[in-house]
């Protein structure tokens, strides 16, 4: 039995921020990468489960005979089920919980008590007929409102240790974990940057890494570097793999001899067989472009085709998802 008598379920939500203060620019010879935006702050596991620790800790001086269960993300609950029936927010046709007020840049928990506490309304489904997410999800993972096909999202993909096929890794662009495609469309979101916890407040420099240095760093290093961030809970591998693909996405021929060295030297096959695929773009880029443009020889600041901020690009939508991260556009409520 999962818990005793339960009950009430208390479901809480921690806005993070979603976009990055003078973030550091991406260019020839020094390409980064970008963790999505749940993985900027400190892992949200710790984040709520403090959280949640204080929240039952102040039940319980008003009620001694509590007692309760916390979960992150990890538990038997389904935290945007649990969020959705408590009135957090409603359940997008991205299979995110949306907020009016924090859109769904919202990091989710609950607690199981043994209180019989009043229960909260549901919000009502504020979606309408937009469909701007599914239209822009990079490799059409959103087969329907609220439908997701796990294996096919850009963020399943890039939390994976194997090999990733051609398609997939051309349209990961620079990722290096997880995916905000179809956040950063959303009209719900639009403007909502929420900076008010401390805890989530992202380096830039570990939000939006150089990528060559990734390529050799060690387990040490990583931890040092990313250990306080949800992106390390898979390890250095599909980081390391995810920024050789960002390097083959550039096509920048200053990376070209660090790619090489992971072919010539690295120990894991998925790696060497990552690299030897990047180094192809690379080397082919460079030719048919000039200099490692992405853009097939166009003049302006190089990007990994498909888009620096993702593979989104390389679809009709990601065009309009590019300018709706920079604020060039507005779109309308639905």
């Not at 204080?54 to 319980?60: C, F, K, P, T």
């Not at 890039?158 to 990961?172: F, I, N, R």
Request: hydrophobic share 35%; proline share 7%.
């Amino acid at each position: 039995m999962l818990f005793e008598a339960p009950r009430s379920i208390v479901a809480i939500a921690v806005a993070y921020p979603s976009k990055l203060k003078n973030p550091p620019v991406s260019e020839p010879g020094a390409r980064r990468g970008i963790l999505s935006r749940s993985a900027w702050g400190e892992d949200y596991h710790r984040v709520l489960g403090r959280r949640l620790e204080r929240l039952a800790e102040w039940l319980a001086e008003r009620a001694p005979e509590l007692r309760w269960l916390s979960m992150v993300d990890t538990g038997a609950l389904s935290d945007r089920a649990v969020a959705e029936r408590a009135g957090i927010g409603w359940s997008g046709k991205n299979c995110m919980i949306m907020n009016d007020e924090l859109g769904s840049w919202m990091y989710l928990g609950e607690m199981i008590t043994n209180l019989p506490l009043p229960p909260d309304a549901p919000l009502l489904d504020q979606c309408g007929d937009c469909t701007i997410c599914i239209d822009a999800c990079p490799t059409g993972a959103l087969v329907g409102p609220g439908q997701l096909n796990a294996q096919k999202c850009i963020s399943y993909l890039t939390q994976s240790k194997g090999l990733l096929d051609e398609e997939a890794m051309v349209k990961m662009g620079n990722r290096l974990y997880g995916c905000d495609t179809c956040q950063i469309v959303c009209p719900i979101n639009r403007g909502i940057d929420s900076r008010h916890q401390a805890e989530t407040l992202p380096d830039p420099e570990v939000a939006k890494p150089l990528l060559l240095p990734l390529l050799q760093m060690g387990n040490r290093a990583f931890k040092e570097t990313f250990g306080a961030s949800s992106a390390a809970w898979r390890g250095r591998k599909p980081i390391q793999r995810n920024a050789l693909i960002g390097l083959g996405n550039f096509r920048d021929e200053a990376s070209a001899g660090d790619v090489a060295r992971v072919l010539r030297e690295d120990p894991r096959f998925e790696l060497r067989a990552t690299a030897a695929w990047a180094l192809g773009r690379i080397r082919g880029g460079s030719r048919a472009g000039g200099s490692g443009r992405g853009g097939r020889g166009r003049r302006g600041r190089a990007r990994p085709r498909g888009g620096e901020q993702g593979p989104c690009l390389a679809r009709g939508a990601g065009a309009e998802a590019e300018r709706a991260q920079e604020g060039r556009r507005e779109y309308p409520r639905p």
